[in-house]
């Protein structure tokens, strides 16, 4: 059902590469057998299609890590001028098409099945640009052949999820210790620039995680962080009261937003409510 091309591995002189790969063909990846056939015509008709697209989520995970567990949806990243085509050629085949939320997701549906068509993050707004596609790796699922989300795009896709019902810390993690040497790390500190706090907890936790594994992390990267964290106690607080816990799950921190004051990632909070009109 699944296979890989082992060419990205190659390229990067990575010998996990091929380990990870080698878990696909483990049957307990596949979704329930009554998805199946959706996959496979949606991945078949995005090939038919032209237009670029990125395979994430479990598929990716797998492939990096040989990590095997079950998925139930298929996610699928595109640069944003390309999600109206993408919606606009499954609509003309009898799909069902639903933008959930302008800002990053759309979905293609049919009956109860459904596939995520992603062109933004839902916390941070970086475009997904030529670059995310550039040796972006191949497998086999499903008898068509689909570029994947390359090692530093799947972190940056993951890093951001830290709701009460699901954390993708161990994801985080687990691609570190797997791929490390596929990871651009300059990029990934690029893309984490507004939010390099947050980077740095991950690779606080990887630290902790794997002791005897902390030299996979670029030193010059971990100088960086904790030099701009020493810069930063000496700043002055903030003049606006502010929690940027939405970033992280929308609704646990609703309550610091609507109730407490605080101000969400835009804006002053409730201080901007306006005053009744007399």
Same mark, same amino acid.
């Given at each position: 059902?699944i296979k ?13 590469f ?8 483990? %049957?307990?990846?596949?979704p ?15 090939? %038919?299609?032209?237009i670029?697209?990125l ?18 949806d298929?996610d699928?990243? #595109? ?5 109206p ?18 800002r ?16 933004? #993050?839902?916390t ?7 670059e995310?596609f ?11 052949n689909v570029?994947i ?11 951001f999820?830290q ?13 570190i210790?797997? %791929?490390n040497?596929?990871i ?14 947050v ?6 936790n990887?630290r ?23 810069a ?10 502010i #929690? ?5 799950s929308?609704?646990?921190y609703?309550t ?9 990632i835009i804006g ?8 009744p009109?007399?």
């Open positions: 059902m890989a091309d082992t060419a990205y591995g190659t390229q990067h002189s990575h010998p996990l091929t380990e990870a790969m080698a878990s696909l063909a483990d %049957q307990s990846f596949q329930p057998p009554e998805a199946e056939n959706f996959y496979v015509e949606g991945l078949k008709l995005l090939a %038919q299609s032209d670029p697209f395979l994430s989520g479990t598929y990716a995970v797998t492939t990096y890590t040989g990590i095997v567990r079950p998925t139930k298929l699928i990243f #595109c640069k944003a001028g390309d999600y085509r993408i919606l606009a050629f499954f609509k003309e085949r009898g799909f069902d098409v639903e933008v959930e939320d302008e990053w997701l759309a979905k293609i549906f049919r009956g109860k099945y459904y596939f995520d068509v992603i062109y933004s #993050c839902r941070t707004e970086i475009a997904i640009t030529d995310w550039e040796d972006a790796p191949k497998i086999e699922v499903y008898g068509t570029r989300i390359k090692p530093t795009e799947l972190i940056w896709s993951k890093i999820v709701d009460r019902y699901r954390y993708d810390g161990a994801d985080v993690a687990h691609v210790l797997k %791929q040497e596929a651009d790390w300059k990029r990934l500190l690029r893309y984490m620039e507004l939010h390099w706090e980077l740095l907890s991950h690779l606080i990887f902790y995680i794997y002791p005897s594994e902390r030299n996979l992390v670029p030193r010059w990267l971990m100088d960086e962080l904790i030099s701009r964290m020493n930063h106690l000496d700043m002055p607080e903030s003049n606006v009261r #929690c940027r816990g939405r970033l992280f929308a609704r646990d609703v610091d937003i609507s109730e407490w004051g605080y101000a969400d002053k909070g409730l201080e901007e409510r306006h005053d009109v007399h």
